[in-house]
């Protein structure tokens, strides 16, 4: 009797998923979930913060070449998960890798979105990946934003412990080296 019952629990705990899968799908977002979209939905509905349920949604959806679509569905990830490094070192490298050819004057705003997304990415639980902090800074040597540069190293040094310092510092030096002083 407890395993039927158990079960039928299971098929309620199912349809709510279903309905509230069929929701997105039918409403603001269903240019964005597909068909095929459906099993991963089910799995990042059901345990919002499994990272590994996540990565593989997001590899499927990379696959596809569809940027908006990926987008949505990183910034969906990041809401529910906020505190993985890893995943926000993928999106920040994906989305920066989108403006690699691309004029700053031109795209400014899409500059100032990566911007704002490393500001949001520090500010969560991430801010103690010296990673994340480093590919921030090469960010900012890019757009040769000396003031963010100066104001974010403050930020940078106060949060990553004293034996990551001296590889922020080594990104610094070598951009005043290499490029102020030149």
């Known amino acids: 009797y407890k395993c039927v019952r158990m079960a039928y629990q299971r098929r309620d705990i199912d ?13 603001q977002y269903e240019c964005f979930i597909k068909d095929e979209d459906i099993p991963f939905e089910y799995s990042v509905v059901r345990d919002g ?10 590899s499927t ?34 989305r920066i890798s989108l403006l690699n050819d691309c004029n700053v004057e031109i795209y400014y705003k899409e500059y100032d979105k990566v911007t704002g997304l490393f500001s949001k990415c520090l500010s969560s639980p991430c801010r103690k990946s010296k990673d994340l902090w480093i ?20 930020e940078a040094l106060l949060e990553l412990p004293l034996e990551y310092h001296q590889e922020i510092w080594k ?12």
Do not use: H, P
Request: glycine share 2%; net charge negative; charged share 35%.
């Open 15 to 27: 349809d709510k998923f279903r309905d509230e899968i069929l929701a997105l799908k039918e409403g």
């Open 49 to 58: 913060k499994n990272a590994v349920a996540w990565s593989r949604y997001l």
């Open 135 to 154: 590919m921030f800074f090469e960010w900012l040597i890019k757009l040769r934003d000396l003031s963010r540069i100066k104001d974010y190293l403050v």
């Open 61 to 94: 959806k990379r696959n596809t070449g569809d940027e908006v679509n990926l987008n949505w569905l990183y910034e969906r990830c990041l809401q529910e998960i906020n505190d993985d490094w890893k995943i926000w070192k993928e999106f920040l490298s994906w």
């Open 171 to 182: 990104v610094l030096v070598n951009f005043i080296a290499e490029v102020v002083l030149a």
